[in-house]
């Protein structure tokens, strides 16, 4: 293994970007490399970097300020009454929580969410908040490190997946229109 997919080992996985990188694995990427300090991820707060700084010899910091504050387990959650089904929050969620279909209901899957608030901003309505973990009517344990990443390797091959098949219906579509 790696120094980077040790690094990433100690990571939360829930893919934020709070950390100014485009995941986990990139700010792990940077850590490796000297390019970045071991304190600039919230979720993961005092333990991660206590974690990071025993596996790098490094000298413990505090969370740096500009990436946000440590807090506890948030969750998202959907005004069904208000959303309009338009789908945009599906393929920024890392971990497909979200399920719906277009112009249906979405739902978040609380087991799945991370909290990590990738799916707010693209919401036209703004009908998705965030809610303390603690205070859902059934408290369910936030979704291990391990268990976001199985489910962010598998978001991304069927994102994959699916732009492969598209560029090849658009290769059988061009094939159809050129003249014999
Ligand atoms: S969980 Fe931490 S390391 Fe991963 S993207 Fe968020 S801030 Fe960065
Ligand atoms: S539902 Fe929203 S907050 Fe929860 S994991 Fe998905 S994108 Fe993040
Ligand atoms: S982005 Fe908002 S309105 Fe659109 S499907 Fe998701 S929750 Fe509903």
Not at 76 to 83: G, L, N, P, T, Y
Not at 119 to 131: E, M
Request: with cysteine; glycine share 4%.
């Amino acid at each position: 293994m790696s120094l980077a997919e040790s690094i990433d080992e100690l990571l939360p996985q829930t893919q934020c970007t709070r950390c100014g990188y485009d995941g986990c694995a990139p700010y792990a990427a940077a850590i490796a490399s000297h390019r970045t300090e071991i304190n600039r991820c919230p979720p993961g707060g005092e333990t991660t970097i206590d974690a990071l700084a025993a596996l790098l010899s490094r000298q413990r910091l505090p969370l740096d300020p500009d990436c946000g504050v440590t807090t506890s387990a948030v969750v998202a959650v959907i005004d069904e009454s208000r959303c309009i089904g338009c789908t945009k929050c599906l393929p920024p969620c890392p971990v497909d929580a979200i399920v719906g279909a277009a112009r249906r209901m979405h739902t978040v899957l609380n087991d799945l969410c991370t909290g990590c608030e990738l799916c707010i901003a693209p919401c036209p309505v703004d009908c998705i908040t965030l809610v303390p973990r603690a205070q859902l009517g059934r408290p369910s344990p936030e979704p291990s490190a391990n268990a976001n990443r199985q489910r962010f390797h598998a978001h991304n091959t069927r994102i994959e997946r699916l732009a492969a098949e598209r560029a090849a219906l658009l290769d059988v579509k061009k094939r159809a229109a050129r003249p014999a």
